[in-house]
């Protein structure tokens, strides 16, 4: 049975959307399958197991360092004689403001959680960052320090907390691009043009409920509208406004059967002003009515 855990059972939204958490996994303590609305950071201390994601099977171990983003799903499955210790750090994305970031000399299209090893759920386990040595006890002593900070709740912790989990993101993110030099399985031009593609995927998602056009991503990422469609068509087959479409659709999918929200209030909370045209959208690519798949969802559970 599939668990959906909401932000409000570990954090208060309003105040400081962030929880940080050591926990021992072992075979008679497994966690059911579940996803979450907020985002997951895992840094794996000690131990073995396999990561059950999106119905695929992969191996973690000490030194391992991944991102659950929200809506997917996932769990661990863990052998008998062994375990897991892991952190868990959650926080929401409105945890680290905009504005904050940009005078801190991040720019919007990093997407700071969803850089390089994090960015692609497809391909994120298979480049998951394995840190060893020296890289590994300097992220374990940050995240250790966020836990600390966490627990301790000294004046100003919000703020160090934020300042830390940004070094956190970026110190990850330079350990991926050094180990990504070694890497010579891919030209360097296809390495930059998957780059991109997966960044734009992830502004795609991040900010899939506000108008997004060509020329706004042409200009945050520094390449032409014509150039930008061609590529991410090659990459992803589809345009971005398919993709734009996509991401909303399965959004939506998740509103109608999670909550009581009206179509109307779903088509504007996922981005469509019409809700005549989300409607024939959501018509063409499920099949359906949004009306009437949430009808099918009830009646199947009543059976």
């Given at each position: 049975m599939l668990l959906r855990l909401v932000s409000s059972q570990f954090m208060n939204e309003k105040e400081f959307p962030f929880y940080i958490r050591r926990y021992i996994h072992t075979s008679h303590n497994m966690p059911p399958i579940h996803g979450h609305d907020f985002v997951e950071l895992v840094y794996v201390v000690d131990g073995e197991a396999t990561h059950v994601f999106e119905g695929e099977h992969y191996d973690v171990f000490a030194g391992n360092v991944f991102i659950i983003n929200p809506g997917e799903i996932h769990t661990y499955h863990i052998k008998p004689g062994k375990r897991l210790e892991i952190i868990n750090c959650l926080f929401m994305p409105s945890l680290i403001d905009k504005i904050w970031l940009n005078y801190l000399g991040i720019s919007e299209s990093m997407d700071y959680y969803y850089i390089h090893p994090f960015l692609d759920k497809h391909e994120r386990f298979h480049h998951c960052l394995h840190l060893k040595g020296t890289d590994a006890g300097h992220v374990l002593s940050l995240v250790d320090g966020i836990a600390a900070e966490f627990e301790e709740k000294r004046t100003g912790y919000p703020t160090l907390i934020r300042l830390q989990l940004v070094q956190v993101l970026i110190q990850l993110s330079r350990i991926y691009g050094?180990?990504?030099?070694?890497?010579?399985?891919?030209?360097?031009?296809?390495?930059?043009r998957n780059t991109l593609i997966q960044r734009i995927c992830g502004y795609l998602e991040r900010h899939y409920d506000q108008k997004i056009s060509l020329a706004t991503l042409s200009e945050l990422f520094n390449?032409?509208?014509?150039?930008?469609?061609?590529?991410?068509?090659?990459?992803?087959?589809?345009?971005?406004?398919?993709?734009?479409?996509q991401i909303r659709i399965e959004r939506a999918k998740s509103l109608l059967l999670e909550s009581n929200e009206k179509v109307l209030s779903i088509a504007i909370e996922v981005g469509y002003d019409d809700p005549a045209f989300f409607t024939r959208l959501f018509s063409r690519q499920v099949g359906c009515s949004p009306g009437?798949?949430?009808?099918?969802?009830?009646?199947?559970?009543?059976?």
């Open positions: 050094e180990q990504q030099i070694t890497t010579k399985h891919a030209s360097l031009r296809s390495q930059e390449i032409s509208s014509r150039h930008l469609n061609r590529v991410f068509k090659e990459e992803t087959g589809k345009t971005v406004i398919e993709a734009v479409h009437k798949f949430r009808d099918s969802f009830i009646n199947d559970k009543a059976l």
